[in-house]
């Protein structure tokens, strides 16, 4: 700051360059490295703010979510299996504070609800019109508790998968490794169960819903 503000930059920039070429690297390709640098961060910047608040952060969202509710319906087709009433009770009124919806009294009520769930992250994920009603088609199957809750856990399975994706793309956008930090309990225990002994992520993908 002040009038000898340009003359402390050109010291700086100067002292840069030869601190680079002292290294073995010429002038020419220390201030391609700069600006590749510069580059770098702009695109870190970008990527870090589109897991935050952009389309890949809203379908973190959408994943986080649904992976909560087919937990809870997973636990409530255990009840409706065990014919445990006071647990379905206590489940279907979580569920309802969940997602703002009547509590389930009865098996097809609990399938359409779970249903619902699955299809917003379908199109959180940007589905077209026949992802979403082979899911429904999927559900619509199931013609009873077990039956339900294997297809939960596919799909319980399948959007860990998705998250899995996007957790590559994080990490090799952003450069961060704190990509856990952004889900439910719920959702971070499926994603970790989808990987191998190692502890690596898995390759990228999850399959297609007609695959389920």
């Known amino acids: 700051i002040g009038k000898g503000a340009a003359n402390v930059k050109a010291q700086i920039l100067n002292r840069a360059s030869e601190l680079a070429m002292g290294g073995g690297v010429g002038a020419?390709?220390?201030?391609?490295?700069?600006?590749?640098?510069?580059?770098?961060?702009?695109?870190?910047?970008?990527?870090?703010?589109?897991?935050?608040?952009?389309?890949?952060?809203?379908?973190?969202?959408?994943?986080?979510?649904?992976?909560?509710?087919l937990g809870t319906m997973d636990k409530l087709t255990d009840a409706l299996q065990n014919g445990d009433v006071k647990a379905f009770n206590l489940l279907g009124n979580t569920i309802a504070k969940?997602?703002?919806?009547?509590?389930?009294?009865?098996?097809?009520?609990?399938?359409?609800?779970?249903?619902?769930?699955?299809?917003?992250?379908?199109?959180?994920n940007g589905g077209v019109v026949k992802e979403r009603q082979e899911a429904e088609s999927n559900f619509a199957g199931a013609n009873s508790p077990a039956q339900l809750k294997g297809i939960i856990n596919t799909y319980k399975q399948y959007?860990?998968?998705?998250?899995?994706?996007?957790?590559?793309?994080?990490?090799?956008?952003?450069?961060?490794?704190?990509?856990?930090?952004?889900?439910?309990?719920?959702?971070?225990?499926?994603?970790e169960r989808l990987r191998p002994s190692g502890g690596n992520a898995p390759a990228a993908g999850g399959g297609n819903w007609k695959d389920l």
């Open 28 to 69: 020419g390709e220390a201030a391609s490295n700069i600006v590749g640098a510069k580059q770098d961060l702009a695109s870190q910047t970008q990527a870090t703010k589109a897991f935050s608040t952009g389309k890949q952060g809203q379908q973190i969202n959408a994943f986080n979510t649904a992976i909560d509710h």
């Open 98 to 124: 969940q997602t703002g919806q009547p509590a389930p009294t009865n098996f097809d009520a609990a399938k359409q609800i779970v249903t619902a769930e699955v299809i917003k992250a379908v199109v959180a």
């Open 159 to 191: 959007l860990g998968g998705q998250l899995n994706s996007l957790n590559l793309q994080y990490e090799n956008t952003t450069g961060r490794k704190d990509f856990s930090k952004k889900l439910t309990p719920e959702a971070k225990s499926t994603l």
